[in-house]
């Protein structure tokens, strides 16, 4: 475990609603990196914690990001479905950002 507390060296941020809410989950992210790797674990208020494979892969005109959504055990098919368009429409978010 290093100073802050982090046994994996992770930057963590905790996550809240746009109406200042109490932080809901919390994201550890890996390390940063000149790989691309942007992994993180969510922290769910459940405590269920999931790993999230992302990358971001350069190629001659950009970047492109690779988000991997994994269905969780015992989740429904709307469950799931609801997952991927959070996804979706964070991803069409930082285009969106990443474009401006």
Known sequence: MNDSGDRFGLARSRLSSRRGAAPREMIAFAARND??????YLTLNSGEVIYVPMRVIADESGSEVVF?????????DDEFKADGDAVAADLARLKRVLEQ
Do not use: A, N, Q, S
């Open 68 to 76: 991997t959504v994994r269905r969780r055990p015992g989740m429904t």
């Open 35 to 40: 790989l691309g790797v942007l992994d993180h």
